[in-house]
């Protein structure tokens, strides 16, 4: 089955611990970004990677890193997580560049810091 | 930049009327406009997507969108809704041509509740 997962899909954390959300997809796609969201904000993107490491900033970079060593990987790492990134993440991937490909959503990361 | 507008937080609609959920936009060049939906506890789902040549498209779930350049607006439509349209709907834009702008902007989302 096509698909994008993630993992874990629910994590509560303390502030300054380290932590990654894994995000793998199947569909040989080139294009994979992290989106957060918000209430009243709606979906903001964090990062995203055009291919294999090619990584660029979205609108809300700060205090995240990404990776993409292989083309299905692309996790997310909050070095020193706060409590204003507790927030509901999306990773999504879609066929190759942006252009008009729609993309695919994985079920998401429910991330609490306390 | 680009922006969506997405005026409505909540809609409710009667099953079996026709539905409407709103959206502006506002980029540099051409769109590439999107919708998408939420159901509870679940990851994005794409609905349809305006690229360019007629301006009603249609999509998933009996849904169609018009879009309107003049007024720069894809409306989301559906001419009898149903109890299991209710979720929440996102609205998405980028422009082309872009040259490596590789972002895609969305709304904060509309709930559409359908009263049985």
């Known amino acids: 089955e096509a698909q994008v997962t993630q993992n874990?899909?629910?994590l509560i954390t303390v502030t300054g611990k380290k932590l990654t959300v894994t995000c793998s997809q199947n569909m040989n796609h080139e294009y994979m970004s992290w989106y957060r969201q918000d209430p009243g904000l709606g979906l903001r993107q964090i990062y995203y990677s055009m291919n294999v490491e090619v990584t660029d900033k979205g609108d809300v970079p700060e205090g995240y890193k990404v990776s993409r060593k292989e083309k299905r990987n692309f996790p997310l790492i909050l070095e020193s997580p706060s409590p204003n990134q507790t927030s509901l993440y999306f990773c999504a991937s879609s066929l190759w560049g942006l252009g008009a490909n729609e993309q695919f959503?994985?079920?998401?990361?429910?991330?609490?810091?306390? | 930049a680009q922006s969506v507008a997405q005026p409505e937080d909540q809609v409710n609609v009667a099953e079996g009327n026709p539905l409407t959920v709103k959206c502006t936009y506002s980029v540099s060049g051409n769109p590439y406009l999107f919708w998408y939906v939420q159901y509870p506890n679940r990851g994005l789902q794409f609905l349809l997507k305006y690229i360019?040549?007629?301006?009603?498209?249609?999509?998933?779930?009996?849904?169609?969108?018009?879009?309107?350049?003049?007024?720069?607006?894809?409306?989301?439509?559906?001419?009898?809704?149903?109890?299991?349209?209710?979720?929440?709907?996102?609205?998405a834009?980028?422009?082309?041509?872009?040259?490596?702008n590789e972002k895609l902007t969305f709304g904060t989302g509309t709930r559409l509740t359908i009263i049985p």
Do not use: I, M, W
């Open chain 1, 105 to 114: 959503f994985g079920p998401g990361t429910r991330l609490t810091v306390l």
């Open chain 1, 8 to 10: 874990p899909r629910y």
């Open chain 2, 52 to 91: 360019t040549g007629d301006n009603l498209v249609k999509g998933s779930y009996g849904f169609e969108a018009e879009f309107n350049k003049s007024q720069t607006s894809f409306h989301l439509k559906k001419p009898s809704a149903l109890v299991s349209d209710s979720a929440l709907y996102f609205c």
């Open chain 2, 93 to 100: 834009v980028r422009g082309y041509p872009n040259f490596g």
